[in-house]
């Protein structure tokens, strides 16, 4: 079955740091990937996806992602957080049918 | 362009009390809707999915029920809630390119609160 794992619950970074959010998924064929960002009592905002072509995805806020096929990773990485980036991210892939599959967050922490 | 309506925003409802959740999108036709469910500390729990009018998809048994009567209404109903029911509902839509889905849309969610 298809799923996604977030490996890191919790992630605590220095403002103006480096930042990579973890993300592996489990799927049989080539998978549609997301990375959603989600601040306190808020829905779900795209950050960026991919369908195909180029593996490195570029997205809104800085945001990048590679997805690595031979790792089944899709990490999130931006090269310099800010404080604002404070939020809860998810990293999801597209089901064989027609479900979005979640993995379960992780939460990151800006210290200035 | 598309829009998605969730309401309402907060809800607090005794134990043993009917649940309505309404969610309406604008903008987009034959959507796919979702109902996902997300619990204090935890991550999206997808509770149903519709891929057209009348057609609802459970993920797990629980207290709750779907219902899709218009191609971009989708309702989330219980008729007598749990204390387990409480937690921050979400939305969601997304389209379809060939036989795959795109990416979600959430709406805002509701919290819910169950005394």
């Known amino acids: 079955a298809q799923s996604v794992t977030q490996p890191d619950i919790h992630i605590t970074v220095s403002e103006g740091a480096s930042l990579e959010l973890r993300c592996n998924y489990s799927y049989g064929a080539t998978p549609y990937l997301f990375w959603y960002v989600q601040s306190p009592g808020q829905g779900l905002q795209l950050l960026l996806k991919y369908f195909s072509g180029d593996t490195l995805v570029q997205g809104i806020k800085g945001f990048e992602a590679e997805f690595k096929r031979s790792q089944s990773s899709f990490n999130l990485r931006k090269p310099s957080v800010h404080w604002s980036d404070a939020a809860e991210y998810f990293c999801?892939?597209?089901?064989?049918?027609?479900?979005?599959?979640f993995g379960t967050g992780t939460r990151l922490q800006v210290f200035p | 362009s598309q829009t998605i309506h969730q309401w309402p925003a907060t809800l607090v409802q005794p134990v043993g009390s009917p649940l309505s959740l309404e969610c309406t999108v604008e903008g987009t036709s034959n959507p796919n809707l979702y109902w996902y469910r997300q619990a204090a500390g935890r991550g999206l729990q997808l509770l149903f999915y519709?891929?057209?009018?009348?057609?609802i998809s459970s993920e797990v048994p629980q207290n709750l029920s779907a219902s899709r009567p218009q191609d971009r209404q989708f309702i989330l109903s219980s008729k007598k809630l749990l204390l387990s029911d409480s937690g921050f509902y979400l939305c969601?839509?997304?389209?379809?390119?060939?036989?795959?889905?795109?990416?979600?849309?959430f709406g805002q969610g509701t919290r819910l609160t169950v005394v």
């Open positions: 519709s891929v057209g009018i009348g057609q």
């Open positions: 969601a839509w997304s389209g379809r390119t060939g036989k795959r889905n795109t990416e979600a849309f």
């Open positions: 999801a892939v597209g089901d064989r049918g027609d479900k979005l599959i």
